[in-house]
Structures are given as structure tokens and as C-alpha cells.
């Protein structure tokens, strides 16, 4: 059974802070990462994807992956009350459209 | 552009009725995805459609039929469903698909869901 791990939190940060998310997966041969920022009530929305080791920067957020150890991370730097909302990793492997979401990290920055 | 539309954006429904929700992308994507999602938990894949061609269906019930009349359209149709049914159903399309061979990155776009209640 292929998993995704994810704490289901809240994490809660100060406005300003660095908000630190992780998700761990079981499957090995995995090769794409993604993560997902869905606010209560509405969809989820793409915000990283990330295919190889190492870092990935797209404005305030950075998106880290170390497969050796098979997890990825996504920090959030200046954290502002309008990022508080669930956080979903997702992760995809060769050759198939099914993508492996985790239970999501629900983040809460508050002023 | 890059947006899913999806109709209805709420819909009650009684279990003998027939409802059809609806899909549209002009994004030019060629892999077309449902998912259900119920409160507080993640996304469920339902069905994946590969260059208009059902490739994905993840054991469904058959009160859910998907339907691809186009690239640009995905349909699913509803019947005879039950109150354990209501959930978000969320329509999303990709560039490419991934599996088969595909060079898709995997990267999904999602419409804003139509909430379904079924009494």
C-alpha cells in the first residue's frame, strides 16, 4: 500500500515566522512532488511541484526534496494570515496519472 | 488562461434523480481527472480520461458514469445515488498524461468543485 504521511496539525506560526511543513512517503520509485494549498471550503490549488533532490524557490515558498530519505518539505517564509489553510502533499511515480495525496497539515498564521 | 470551470457549483439531489455534473477546460490539457473529496480528508481519484479515453477508473460504483464527449468536456453523470454520495467532486485537467508512456509532469489544475447533497 503506497502512503503519504502527512501531521495533520494545526501548526500554528506568528505572523512573520517560517512555517515548516513535512510529508513522508513509502513508495521508492515515486518521482514527482507537489503540494497543494486547499483554503476550508474550496479547491486545492497548486502551489510547488518539485521532480529532483535538493531545493526549489518560487517566491515565498521553497519546497525541498531529499529522496534517499523519502521525504519532501515546503517552508513558507513571512508567513501572513492569508497562507493559514490546509496544506496537501501529493506524490506521483512513473507511468501512471494516479497521483498519492496525503490527509493534508492544516497551518494557522496568526497576526 | 488557466482555468476549470465546473457546473453546477451546488446541487441537491434526490436518490432516484439523474444529474449530470459538468467540466470544461480551454487550456488545451489532454488528461482529464475526477475526484471526490469528502470533508476533512483528501482528494479520492475517481476517473481518468487520456486523450478523450477512459484510462483510470478506481473500482467506481456504477451509479457514476464519466463520459468525454470532447478534449475540452467531462461529464458525470449521476443515478440512483446515495446519501453517502455527497461530497465535492472535483474536476482537473493536466498538460499531458503520465501514464502509458506519457510525458505529463503530473501537475493538476482543479476546477472549484460542485458540492453535491443527496436526500
Known amino acids: 500500500q503506497k502512503e503519504v504521511e502527512q501531521n495533520s496539525g494545526p501548526l500554528s506560526v506568528p505572523e512573520g515566522a517560517i512555517a515548516s511543513l513535512n510529508c513522508t512517503y513509502s513508495?521508492?520509485?515515486?518521482?514527482?512532488f507537489f503540494w497543494y494549498r486547499q483554503y476550508s471550503g474550496k479547491s486545492p490549488e497548486l502551489i510547488m511541484s518539485?521532480?529532483?533532490?535538493g531545493d526549489k524557490e518560487d517566491g515565498r515558498f521553497t519546497a525541498q526534496l531529499n529522496k534517499a530519505s523519502q521525504y519532501v518539505s515546503l517552508l513558507i517564509r513571512d508567513s501572513q494570515p492569508s497562507d493559514s489553510a490546509t496544506y496537501l502533499c501529493?506524490?506521483?511515480?512513473?507511468?501512471?496519472?494516479?497521483?498519492?495525496f496525503g490527509t493534508g497539515t492544516r497551518l494557522q498564521v496568526f497576526p | 488562461d488557466t482555468e476549470v470551470t465546473q457546473t453546477p457549483k451546488h446541487l441537491v439531489m434526490g436518490m432516484t434523480n439523474k444529474k449530470s455534473l459538468k467540466c470544461e477546460q480551454h487550456?488545451?490539457?489532454?488528461?482529464m481527472y475526477w475526484y471526490k473529496q469528502k470533508a476533512k480528508k483528501p482528494p479520492e481519484l475517481m476517473f481518468v480520461?487520456?486523450?478523450?479515453?477512459?484510462?483510470i477508473n478506481e473500482s467506481v460504483p456504477s451509479r457514476f458514469s464519466p463520459e468525454c464527449p470532447n478534449s475540452s468536456l467531462l461529464n458525470l453523470h449521476l443515478h440512483a445515488l446515495q446519501p453517502e454520495d455527497s461530497a465535492l467532486y472535483l474536476c482537473?485537467?493536466?498538460?499531458?498524461?503520465?501514464?502509458?508512456?506519457?510525458?505529463?509532469?503530473?501537475?493538476?489544475?482543479f476546477g472549484e468543485g460542485s458540492r453535491l447533497t443527496v436526500l
Open positions: 482537473a485537467s493536466s498538460l499531458a498524461p503520465r501514464g502509458a508512456g506519457g510525458l505529463g509532469t503530473g501537475e493538476l489544475f
Open positions: 513508495d521508492r520509485v515515486s518521482q514527482s
Open positions: 518539485i521532480y529532483s533532490n
Open positions: 501529493a506524490v506521483g511515480s512513473y507511468n501512471t496519472d494516479k497521483l498519492i
Open positions: 487550456m488545451g490539457h489532454r488528461a
Open positions: 480520461y487520456s486523450y478523450e479515453k477512459l484510462s
